[in-house]
């Protein structure tokens, strides 16, 4: 196994990692298969396990926007090749700043406090969405799709898919409190924090179910 970091830039850099064997290989026409579940190779004399653990690697690196690359020669063996770009580079000095604002659970608890301080949905009153019908109906789009699958399914690129439509929403209204929300819902994604996100999704079904749920 070996770690690279390659073109280095202020902040970031990206980051290869490499995992070589010296196994049997992997035939050219089963190598577009190995990332699919529960495929085990017929090439293989000894097909043990369940042809789990490629697809979860592959679905791990996907969730972190990664890629995954295969070189492999019969008879001699395998490279896996691991890319993420624009990973942060965090200094010391830097994680003691930011150690507030990068920790979720923390996060979590300033957001719901700030908000059970008022009556106001993501920055809006009931009043104002029964007036501004555009927000009411971008808002209701993304509940009625978005968020629902992410909570029926719990699929990370449904909880992706639900943040990303509410970033977009915080971009175009201008929205601090709902770019805040999708911020910090990105950090549980990231974290892999099911809790974390569960309370976020339920946050939001709070926030807007009620005003919905007739329509």
Same mark, same amino acid.
């Given at each position: 196994i070996?770690?690279?970091?390659?073109?280095?830039r202020?902040?970031?850099t990206?980051?290869?990692i490499?995992?070589?064997?010296?196994?049997?290989?992997?035939?050219?026409e089963? =190598?577009?298969n190995i990332?699919?579940p529960?495929y =085990?190779m017929? $090439?293989?004399?000894?097909?043990e396990?369940t042809?789990l653990?490629?697809?979860?690697?592959?679905?791990?690196?996907?969730?972190?926007?990664?890629?995954?690359?295969l070189s492999s020669?019969v008879?001699?063996?395998?490279c896996f090749k691991l890319?993420?770009?624009?990973?942060?580079v965090?200094t010391?000095?830097?994680l003691?700043m930011?150690?507030?604002?990068?920790?979720?659970l923390k996060?979590q608890?300033n957001?719901n406090?700030?908000?059970k301080?008022?009556?106001n949905?993501f920055g809006?009153s009931l009043k104002?969405?029964?007036?501004?019908?555009?927000?009411?109906?971008?808002?209701y789009?993304i509940y009625n799709?978005?968020?629902?699958?992410a909570k029926?399914t719990?699929?990370?690129d449904?909880?992706?898919l639900?943040?990303k $439509?509410?970033y977009e929403?915080a971009?175009?209204?201008d929205?601090? $409190?709902?770019?805040?929300y $999708?911020?910090?819902?990105?950090?549980l994604?990231?974290?892999f924090?099911i809790?974390g996100?569960?309370?976020?999704l339920?946050?939001?079904e709070?926030?807007?179910g009620g005003l919905f749920k007739?329509e």
């Amino acid at each position: 196994i070996s770690f690279h970091a390659k073109n280095k830039r202020v902040g970031k850099t990206d980051i290869l990692i490499e995992i070589k064997d010296n196994g049997i290989g992997i035939p050219p026409e089963e =190598q577009k298969n190995i990332f699919k579940p529960f495929y =085990q190779m017929k $090439s293989s004399k000894y097909n043990e396990g369940t042809g789990l653990g490629l697809a979860i690697v592959g679905k791990l690196v996907e969730v972190l926007d990664g890629s995954i690359e295969l070189s492999s020669i019969v008879g001699k063996g395998s490279c896996f090749k691991l890319t993420f770009k624009d990973i942060e580079v965090l200094t010391p000095d830097i994680l003691y700043m930011n150690k507030e604002s990068k920790d979720p659970l923390k996060n979590q608890e300033n957001f719901n406090t700030k908000n059970k301080k008022s009556n106001n949905l993501f920055g809006y009153s009931l009043k104002d969405l029964k007036v501004n019908k555009e927000v009411k109906s971008s808002l209701y789009n993304i509940y009625n799709n978005e968020f629902k699958k992410a909570k029926s399914t719990n699929l990370f690129d449904n909880f992706k898919l639900f943040r990303k $439509s509410v970033y977009e929403l915080a971009l175009k209204l201008d929205d601090k $409190s709902l770019l805040a929300y $999708s911020n910090e819902l990105s950090v549980l994604i990231e974290h892999f924090d099911i809790e974390g996100i569960e309370n976020y999704l339920n946050e939001f079904e709070e926030k807007l179910g009620g005003l919905f749920k007739d329509e």
